[in-house]
């Protein structure tokens, strides 16, 4: 039994498909422990801060983590540096309640109340480094 984060009063909770990673956000924070020996890897503050988790995610491949960063943001960031990769608001910009990366990281799914969306990963990717942005090759 190991305890983490004491402090906290609510947050939500993910390990890694691996097993190596357990992701956590609280209404103030977000944190990435490795589990082998419970050591953190990061901790940084969330965008406006006001007591709500959201939701939280690794993609298959342990080379994305997706969170709620606000209410209304998703980051798909690196989950060992917490290096962001791209900030996406879906069109109707509801509390995101939910969200899913695909097996093969292809696709991100975020539930809000008025719907879901599902982003193709692959192409927003194309479509940044058409504009000569790039995306951390750690996230292919």
């Known amino acids: 039994l190991k305890s983490l984060a004491d402090s906290w009063k609510s947050a939500s909770i993910c390990l890694s498909h691996d097993g190596r ?3 956590a956000s609280s209404g103030w924070e977000r944190a990435v422990w490795e589990t082998r020996h419970w050591t953190p890897l990061r901790f ?3 965008v406006r801060p006001d007591g709500w988790p959201g939701p939280i995610g690794f993609g298959q ?3 994305l983590l997706a969170a709620a960063r606000s209410r209304y943001l998703t980051q798909l ?3 060992l540096t917490g290096t962001p990769l791209a900030t996406l608001e879906a069109p109707d910009a509801g509390d995101v309640e939910s969200l899913s990366i695909s097996g093969d990281d292809r696709y991100l799914a975020v539930c ?3 719907r879901f969306v599902v982003w193709d990963l692959d192409a927003l990717r194309s479509n940044l480094e058409q504009l000569g942005l790039q995306w951390d090759e750690r996230a292919r």
Do not use: T, V
Request: charged residues 35%.
């Open 61 to 63: 491949q342990g080379r």
């Open 77 to 79: 960031e690196d989950p």
């Open 112 to 114: 809000n109340k008025q």
């Open 21 to 23: 990673f357990l992701a």
């Open 44 to 46: 940084h503050s969330r």
